[in-house]
T-cell receptor, first 114, second 111 residues
Framework: KAGVTQTPRYLIKTRGQQVTLSCSPI?????VSWYQQTPGQGLQFLFE???????NKGNFPGRFSGRQFSNSRSEMNVSTLELGDSALYLC?????????????FGPGTRLTVL | QQPVQSPQAVILREGEDAVINCSSS?????VHWYRQKHGEAPVFLMI?????EQKGHEKISASFNEKKQQSSLYLTASQLSYSGTYFC????????????FGKGTLLTVNP
């Protein structure tokens, strides 16, 4: 079974630009969660999608948004990039929503904002 | 609210044991444990559910004290491959799923 894939793996943007990151979950998984990872804060929850519906959102500004398509693939968008948005963005998929199942993480997208 | 992990870092020699703790100020429905090696994605280790059910690796053990809202991960007879950053993730239940991770514990196992 193919794992979670994320594209692109690396991105360099400048302040003010916007960026779209993509995540393809494991086949059959309907839940996709997004996390921001930085050295100081660890893994910070962004949002979770299940069957195209956002079920929960973390404490991030409205510049961070996402969506999920009917094939469970998900995208997240960050508009008006700031230097502090530089981080590793991880997505994770799970077969069901809820805390009873393990999450499978993708390799992440490393975003650098200059 | 982010769970608190302790210690922040620990250095072991091969064969030694370690305990990593995770505590929350909120009532917990489940606790997840993941390990992340440098430059790699986090990998699932274990889930502990309210009520005592556990899912995870046979060689790694953990405990979940629901009343104290705490969980501990026990690494025995450590191997070099155990090195990495360990994260606990807590879920407080309710109708929506949200996993909140601690800042991690860096474990280094030396020969």
């Amino acid at each position: 079974k193919a794992g979670v894939t994320q594209t692109p793996r690396y991105l360099i943007k400048t302040r003010g630009q916007q960026v779209t990151l993509s995540c393809s979950p494991i086949s059959g998984h309907r839940s996709v969660s997004w996390y921001q990872q930085t050295p100081g804060q660890g893994l910070q929850f962004l949002f979770e999608y299940f069957s195209e519906t956002q079920r929960n959102k973390g404490n991030f500004p409205g510049r961070f948004s996402g969506r999920q398509f009917s094939n469970s693939r998900s995208e997240m968008n960050v508009s008006t990039l700031e230097l502090g948005d530089s981080a590793l963005y991880l997505c994770a998929s799970s077969s069901v929503a809820g805390g009873q199942n393990e999450q499978f993480f993708g390799p992440g997208t490393r975003l650098t904002v200059l | 609210q982010q769970p608190v992990q302790s210690p922040q870092a620990v250095i072991l020699r091969e064969g030694e044991d370690a305990v990593i703790n995770c505590s929350s100020s909120k009532a917990l429905y489940s606790v997840h444990w993941y390990r992340q090696k440098h430059g790699e994605a986090p990998v699932f280790l274990m889930i502990l559910l309210k009520g005592g059910e556990q899912k995870g690796h046979e060689k790694i053990s953990a405990s979940f004290n629901e009343k104290k809202q705490q969980s501990s991960l026990y690494l025995t007879a450590s191997q070099l491959s155990y090195s990495g950053t360990y994260f606990c993730g807590t879920e407080s239940g309710g109708s929506n799923y949200k996993l909140t991770f601690g800042k991690g514990t860096l474990l280094t196992v030396n020969p």
